[in-house]
């Protein structure tokens, strides 16, 4: 099977990690797989890293442009299904599927997402009916897909927890409890679309750092990139403190020996940001969203605020870094849950389904004598 995962965005966040990790999964298991990004953006230099093949798109981009370049790069009688998110991206798609007159389209929601189409998106729908591929429910209740799509399907975000979970609480519950010497880390995912919140976890850190001087703070994801949240670091004192990780390549690196992490972000990131932590045994703070919530059980996994107040969230901090024993046992409790409840071989196995009855129903349709 030949399968195309089309992004328009040029950060690695969300569904570019999504759909890059996705596609180098599946090529691993022998189906042939694309990842297509704006040349020389973040998402596809990220991607080419990790082991997907990436086709560049053009920096100025329409949709009818876009298909021609993705039939130009790919095999002559092109792939049997082109994954996509938004409306650009599915008119892009339809219109490469139509020319090659070969595939299918499979329009996957993101985490916390509505389906809403655009002009581009029904027009889309006219030409060649799409496969909606939820994150969640299947589809929300109340949401009336356009009519004559394709029966919808879901595809929950899933992560690989870590081998030994013995291993993984002990060593992130032992964080902070070393000596009086012994660091204390805390970790902040966030994206450069959450930098108001990211500002809220720095302030906060400052405030901790006030009564505990061995406190330190990593920074993961597009966010670490900001200038400005790094000049306010500097300027609240802690600048020393904090490591600026970006994307790391190996989250089970980044996370090592990290007491506690903040989730402040949207959508898949605040998913796979949740996910990332508790598949390491660490405990999660995040905002109280219906992404979060999903995800995190408040008082079980980790703690969900109501609001991002930088007094209450060093306050419910501290509460937490005090308690090592609690620490220890959301740790242990989202490790479990992940491996249980969001293992990625399901979400792999998911996204492998939806391209897989996706070609098939093409074909059928395709097929002699078909309706």
């Known amino acids: 099977m030949r399968a195309l995962f089309l992004s328009g965005a040029t950060a690695w966040e969300g569904g570019a990690r999504v759909f890059a990790t996705v596609a180098r999964a599946l090529a691993e298991r022998g189906h042939d797989t694309?990842?297509?990004?704006?040349?020389?953006?973040?998402?596809?230099?990220?991607?080419?890293?990790?082991?997907?093949?990436?086709?560049?798109?053009?920096?100025?981009?329409?949709a009818r442009g876009d298909a021609k370049r993705l039939r130009e790069q790919l095999p002559?009688?092109?792939?049997?299904?082109?994954?996509?998110?938004?409306?650009?991206?599915?008119?892009a798609a339809t219109f490469a599927v139509r020319g090659a007159k070969r595939g299918g389209v499979v329009r996957r929601v993101p985490a916390g997402a509505k389906l809403e189409l655009t002009w581009r998106g029904r027009r889309a729908e006219r030409l060649l009916p799409a496969r909606h591929l939820y994150t969640s429910e299947t589809p929300p209740t109340g949401h009336a897909a356009p009519s004559g799509t394709l029966a919808p399907m879901r595809a929950e975000l899933g992560v690989d927890a870590e081998p030994s979970s013995l291993e993984a609480g002990s060593r992130n519950g032992a964080a902070g409890g070393g000596g009086a010497d012994a660091p204390i880390v805390l970790a902040c995912l966030a994206t450069r679309?959450?930098?108001?919140?990211?500002?809220?976890?720095?302030?906060?850190?400052?405030?901790?750092?006030?009564?505990?001087a061995t406190l330190r703070l990593r920074v993961i994801g597009s966010?670490?990139?900001?200038?400005?949240?790094?000049?306010?670091?500097?300027?609240?004192?802690?600048?020393?403190?904090?490591?600026?990780?970006?994307?790391?390549?190996?989250?089970?690196?980044?996370?090592?020996?990290?007491a506690a992490g903040w989730v402040v972000a949207d959508g898949d990131d605040a998913a796979l940001g949740a996910l990332d932590l508790m598949a390491r045994g660490v405990a999660v703070l995040a905002e109280r969203t219906s992404v979060a919530a999903r995800y995190v059980n408040h008082g079980i996994q980790g703690t969900l605020m109501a609001t991002l107040d930088p007094p209450l969230m060093a306050a419910e901090t501290a509460v937490l870094l005090s308690d090592r024993a609690r620490r220890a046992a959301m740790g242990a409790a989202g490790r479990a849950r992940a491996e249980r409840e969001f293992p990625f071989r399901d979400m792999l196995a998911a996204f492998e389904q939806a391209a897989r009855s996706t070609r098939e129903r093409v074909t059928s349709r395709s097929a002699p004598g078909a309706p």
């Open 34 to 62: 694309w990842f297509a990004a704006p040349a020389g953006c973040e998402a596809a230099a990220q991607a080419a890293a990790r082991g997907t093949q990436v086709v560049a798109l053009p920096a100025r981009r329409s």
């Open 76 to 91: 002559r009688d092109f792939v049997d299904v082109v994954f996509v998110h938004d409306d650009r991206e599915q008119l």
């Open 193 to 212: 679309g959450s930098l108001r919140r990211a500002t809220n976890v720095v302030r906060a850190v400052a405030l901790l750092a006030q009564r505990h």
């Open 223 to 258: 966010v670490a990139a900001d200038e400005e949240l790094k000049l306010l670091a500097a300027a609240l004192g802690i600048a020393r403190r904090v490591e600026w990780l970006g994307h790391p390549p190996d989250m089970t690196a980044a996370l090592r020996d990290v």
